[in-house]
């Protein structure tokens, strides 16, 4: 995937020579991380990988030996949080992340699985006298954990890009958004990128804004404003999206604060505006301003500033976000109660034993949990808009200074709903076909939609052809990035080589330190609970 090192590279380099390794050292097909001086007398940390056989992942790079065996190196490193590599799952010339499932292959650094954005560095090795050895210089390309994207010769093809080779416009810059325009610019596309948000910043996180509301935005950002300019990627700020014209293929934008609006022309429509928090219409809810819900960094920064020693959260809902909020509230020391309509949280998705546990965690660290009802009336100070209470269905009334709202999310698909409606299910989602273009438009049209806001249908797994909806930001890059696939295909007539999509889900969240991982869509006949981490609850 992506821009690699040609084969001569991978072998080449001039200057002196290094020792990585004793050859006799590395077993085939298991990884090892070695540590590896320079000239210089800094010392570099790399994954080293002996293939057997070459894999399909690869592709047939040069031997670095008689007998067929293929040597790289590779960053130690996932670029996505810094995971140590040698740590997570080696099979087929893939290795996946310990922490959170990305997938790089090991025979040329290139990504095959998010939520890491980016390639890894790789080389391949050769022996001499028994010893494996690289060139000194190499070792230059490991000081980064990330392999370049904008090599020279995509920074001349996005140069010249025109609206004359296509135009692109992609609404929505959360996962999805994001991995489609990166997929188009690693792919050479030459025509013009843009990308539509309402958001005041650039393409940045979401995930962590739940786990850390307190994170700055160069914490979050997934890219450096640099890289769209020299991309030639155009982010459009503060704007939301009013309506879409298919027939004329345009699409009417309107500024944040302002009444104003404009249209804009498309060759191509990608549709991704991921979801957005439920609101709901309580009692007393519009007589308070410190009711909040969370999906941008400017929802979080409010959140954030409430949040400290001696404060007083309230928390309706028992979803991922609601939960991770509440852990990062305790950190900082303020009090907090959870309100839910449940007995345990992650009931439908990870089932009630797992969901006793994860309450059990957060008990242990002081959170009050108030099971089997929920909000009725909202209370604000008489003397200002602030949060005072709520009146709880059971009668019981809880006291605070801020209140989250973390119920779920609906599609954030309002503005397709008086021009095409016929592109929407009765719940607002937008159904797309194996190849992610929205039902119901032919390829004449170019309408693709990915991510939070879409139905697609499942081809594996024990939901293998139904139509789903999977709100995992790993779900949503995979979508964006084969959008950006089918967009290139097209471009170079070359759409019949076009797979289906499908993706194994990967889903994370993080409670006091301890990280839970989920991943796939599976029914489970049986569940055993071993070595459950303390403060879990008692062992299974």
């Known amino acids: 995937m992506g821009n690699i090192v040609t084969k001569d590279k991978f072998i080449g380099g001039g200057g002196p020579l290094v020792q990585v390794l004793d050859a006799a050292e590395l077993e085939n097909d298991k990884p090892q991380q070695v540590q590896v001086k320079g000239p210089d007398g800094a010392t570099t940390s790399l994954l080293l990988v002996k293939h057997s056989t070459p894999s399909p992942a690869g592709g047939s790079p040069k031997k670095s030996s008689a007998n067929g065996e293929v040597i790289t190196a590779l960053g130690s490193k996932c670029p996505h949080y810094g995971a140590p590599l040698v740590n997570g799952h080696f099979e087929g010339g893939r290795i996946r992340c310990p922490w959170h499932g990305a997938c790089f292959s090991t025979q040329t650094g290139d990504i095959e699985d998010f939520p890491a954005i980016d390639s890894i560095p790789c080389v391949q090795l050769r022996q001499e006298k028994g010893k494996i050895v690289m060139p000194a210089e190499q070792l230059k390309l490991f000081q980064s954990r990330t392999r370049e994207l ?92 009013t309506s879409v014209d298919s027939s004329a293929k345009t699409v009417c934008l309107k500024r944040n604060g302002s009444d104003e609006t404009e249209e804009i022309m498309y060759q191509t429509l990608v549709i991704a505006p991921g979801a957005s928090p439920v609101k709901l219409p309580l009692p007393g809810i519009e007589s308070t301003d410190s009711v909040l819900t969370i999906r941008s960094l400017a929802d979080a920064g409010r959140i954030a500033a409430h949040i400290k020693e001696g404060a007083r959260l309230v928390v309706l809902g028992g979803s991922f976000v609601a939960l991770e909020l509440a852990a990062f509230a305790r950190g900082k020391g303020a009090a907090v109660t959870v309100v839910m309509r449940g007995q345990v949280p992650f009931e439908t998705s990870l089932g009630p034993e797992i969901g006793a546990k994860i309450k059990a965690l ?22 200002s808009r602030e949060f005072k209470e709520v009146l709880l269905t059971n009668g019981k009334i809880v006291e605070g200074d801020v209140c989250v709202l973390g119920v779920g999310a609906t599609p954030a698909t309002e503005f397709l709903k008086e021009t095409h409606s016929n592109w929407l299910d009765e719940k607002g989602f937008i159904p797309v076909d194996k190849n992610l273009r929205v039902n119901g438009t032919s390829k004449e049209d170019e309408v693709f939609a990915c991510g939070d806001a879409t139905t697609f249908p499942y081809r594996t797994g024990f939901v293998g052809g139904s ?28 759409e019949e080589d076009q797979t289906p999509f499908t993706v194994a889900p990967f889903f994370w969240t993080v409670h006091y330190g301890k990280s839970i991982r989920f991943s796939a869509m599976v029914h489970h006949q049986c569940l055993s609970l071993s070595g459950m981490p303390a403060g879990m609850g008692s062992e299974s």
């Not at 660290?365 to 929920?374: L, Q, W, Y």
């Not at 999977?470 to 967009?487: E, P, Y």
């Open 467 to 494: 139509r789903v909806n999977i709100s995992h930001w790993q779900v949503a890059q995979n979508m964006g990035r084969a959008v950006g696939k089918a967009i290139l295909a097209a471009e170079a007539k070359k």
């Open 150 to 241: 904008l090599t020279k010769e995509v920074r001349k093809q996005r140069a010249h890009a025109t609206e004359g080779h296509g135009n692109v416009v992609i609404i929505g810059s959360g996962g999805a958004g994001q991995a489609c325009a990166d997929e188009l610019v690693r792919g050479g596309f030459r025509g013009r990128i843009r990308v539509v948000t309402s958001d005041a910043a650039l393409p940045y996180d979401r995930p962590k804004l739940s786990k850390n509301p307190a994170a700055e935005f160069e914490q979050l950002a997934l890219r450096e404003e640099d890289y769209y300019k020299a991309a030639h990627v155009e982010v459009i700020l503060g704007t939301s999206v």
């Open 362 to 383: 957060h008990e242990v660290n002081g959170v009050v949990f108030e099971t089997g009802t929920s909000f009725q009336v909202i209370y604000a100070h008489d003397d």
